[in-house]
């Protein structure tokens, strides 16, 4: 078997102490620092040089352009059918209130109809009351006026009026029918 520690790099002290940092920082040690950054280089293909690094613009404006291009279909397959949607809900919304305000308009008309319809409903139970006050009257009276012919009757018969009984009898059903009749 091979050894694969068997070759070694030499480098200045400023360079070690960078590589300590970075080592420390990344919590391996500075072999496998130097390890993975030939793999990173070499299947990157970046040159160490080349700060401005023409590889990573490219991707990373690729990258924008992928986002973009994302978001351009998302207005377009989303945020303008929404955008037509809501100006037409707004139409409907703004034909709809003139229809509410007709409505507002018939509701309060008839509002005062129904004022002016329960006020002649009063009426007529303010008049149907007055009959009914009448009639309890006209019942009263008839009461009354039964007594008197009653009182009448009696007295007329205890005075022994020479009257022949038949004709007391049609005076007395005569007067019944006519106190029934009032």
């Known amino acids: 078997m091979e050894d694969m520690n068997t070759k070694s790099v030499r480098y200045p002290v400023a360079t070690d ?20 950054m030939v793999d990173y280089f070499y299947r990157s293909k970046k040159d160490p040089l080349d700060l401005g690094d023409e590889l990573l613009k490219k991707e990373l404006v ?6 973009i291009a994302f978001f351009k279909t998302q207005e377009s397959d989303f945020l303008l059918p929404i955008l037509t949607a809501s100006g037409i809900l707004t139409a409907i919304a703004k034909q709809h209130s003139i229809y509410f305000k007709a409505i507002s308009a018939y509701l309060a008309e008839e509002a005062k109809k129904t004022v002016q319809l329960s006020s002649h409903v009063n009426a007529i139970n303010k008049g149907i009351a007055r009959i009914q006050a009448q009639m309890d009257e ?9 007594k008197i012919i009653e009182h009448y009757i009696t007295q007329r018969e205890s005075l022994g009026w020479p009257v022949s009984s038949v004709k007391k009898e049609e005076l007395q059903t005569n007067l019944w029918r006519s106190l029934e009749n009032l």
Do not use: D, W
């Open 138 to 146: 006209k019942a009263l009276l008839k009461v009354r006026f039964k």
């Open 62 to 67: 690729s990258g924008n352009s992928r986002i």
């Open 17 to 36: 102490q960078k590589l300590e940092k970075i080592a420390l920082k990344l919590g391996r040690t500075k072999k496998l620092v130097v390890v993975q």
